[in-house]
């Protein structure tokens, strides 16, 4: 009861004595660095329109940071800008431009150190290094901000939204592009990502590793320059999601490896060298995705068990589903198949025959990727019907038993 007191009197000082104290060129305090050293917890600093030109400002008070319309920090590409030391703190509406960049430091618009309880949105970022980077912190919220970079290659470009071990994170609704990776998640757990766009980054729309227990949701990865890669991590959950327009030799919509125990669903993959590409996956539930064409909608290496493609719709993509593996207990049921040409007496709904998803071509081409230039031709549909009519280097028992005849997911 004591410490009940104790804390309320405490917390009503604390909101009495707040106070808002106003930067601008023409106000007392000039600087952002000067208001954060005679702010104390609980005040607001509040920026108004005008160009701060500030570096490696350090604050370690719980305080917002409000910025108004046109209120621009420009780093002068000399080092890191806003660095957080501090739990319950906010910065809203501040737009910071030209981070330092180095091969040994990670200069970052804002850097957020050992922190939890607090809010980073509204914010623009451009010329970044890295956007937003988060060391050993949780129960953050990051909302509505646009960051962004110009830099050519990944040597020389940091991570829109950079998080190393931390938890129960929110990231929704940000634009991120122009960056090495756009989202870039290690040793994270508990935190939900949605609502996202992240399109036109050299290396990954998203990226993440190590991380378990996490919602992905409502997120476009567009034009990416490898797609999405999802690594060493378990328990999680993928759904509605867009993974689009993600070409190039080694580039795919979502790359798995070594993911166990996960749910994907009702994602579209769409227009991507490869749609899946899993290896040393186990437990995954594929369900009611759509893979639209793609380059190959699926590819499964090596060490993938107990993973179910189920009502999911596979519709013109130049090759269905690779496949360097034993069948294991993996399992492909109620799917759709555009390529399939089956018949459905019954009209139940349901083909007749098996559908064999992998042809002789596709295996032909794993081998010797040089063969793709005769996709078209009559050649690859003698020995893909000659195959189907008599397995002999494709799994003869991979196939889905049930292929739905009309498409599943509109």
């Not at 990776?181 to 992240?198: A, H, P, R």
């Not at 125990?261 to 995705?289: K, S």
């Not at 555009?338 to 295996?363: A, C, H, Q, W």
């Amino acid at each position: 009861m004591k410490f009940k007191i104790f804390f309320f009197l405490f917390f009503s000082v604390l909101t009495i004595s707040a106070k808002q104290i106003e930067v601008c060129h023409s106000c007392t305090i000039k600087t952002i660095s000067e208001a954060i050293k005679i702010s104390v917890a609980g005040d607001e600093i509040f920026v108004k329109k005008g160009i701060y030109k500030e570096q490696n400002i350090i604050i370690d008070k719980s305080i917002s940071l409000i910025g108004e319309k046109g209120a621009v920090i420009d780093g002068e590409n000399e080092g890191g800008i806003l660095i957080f030391e501090t739990d319950n703190f906010t910065i809203k509406g501040i737009k910071i431009i030209n981070v330092g960049i180095s091969y040994t430091i990670d200069y970052a618009a804002i850097k957020v150190v050992k922190a939890q309880n607090f809010i980073i949105e509204d914010c623009i970022l451009e010329g970044v290094f890295f956007g937003i980077l988060i060391e050993k912190s949780k129960k953050g919220i990051i909302r509505n901000n646009k960051i962004s970079s110009n830099r050519k290659n990944e040597a020389s470009s940091g991570n829109g939204i950079h998080i190393w071990s931390g938890s129960e994170m929110e990231i929704y609704n940000n634009e991120l592009f122009g960056l090495r990776d756009g989202l870039y998640f290690e040793f994270v757990k508990k935190s939900e990502i949605y609502k996202n766009v992240s399109h036109d980054n050299i290396r990954y729309g998203l990226h993440f590793m190590f991380s378990n227990h996490n919602i992905y949701h409502h997120n476009e990865f567009r034009n990416n320059g490898a797609g999405v890669a999802v690594m060493f991590s378990k328990f999680i959950t993928m759904y509605n999601n867009t993974f689009k327009l993600n070409w190039g030799s080694a580039s795919y919509g979502l790359l798995l490896k070594e993911i166990y125990d996960a749910e994907i669903y009702n994602n579209l993959f769409e227009e991507n060298t490869i749609g899946i590409n899993g290896e040393g996956c186990t437990r995954i539930n594929y369900t009611n995705n759509t893979f639209l064409r793609n380059g190959w909608a699926v590819k499964i290496a090596g060490a993938c068990y107990a993973n179910i493609f189920e009502k999911n719709d596979f519709m013109h993509n130049s090759l269905d589903l690779a496949y360097n593996s034993k069948v294991n207990d993996n399992k492909f049921e109620n799917n759709y198949w555009s390529e399939y040409t089956g018949y459905d007496l019954d009209k139940d709904g349901v083909g007749d025959i098996p559908y064999r998803p992998v042809k002789l071509f596709s295996y032909i081409v794993n081998k010797t990727p040089e063969a793709l230039v005769l996709l078209r031709s009559l050649f690859v549909d003698i020995i893909n019907f000659s195959e189907k009519v008599s397995p002999v280097f494709t799994p003869d028992n991979l196939m889905d038993k049930k292929p739905i005849m009309k498409r599943i997911n509109d």
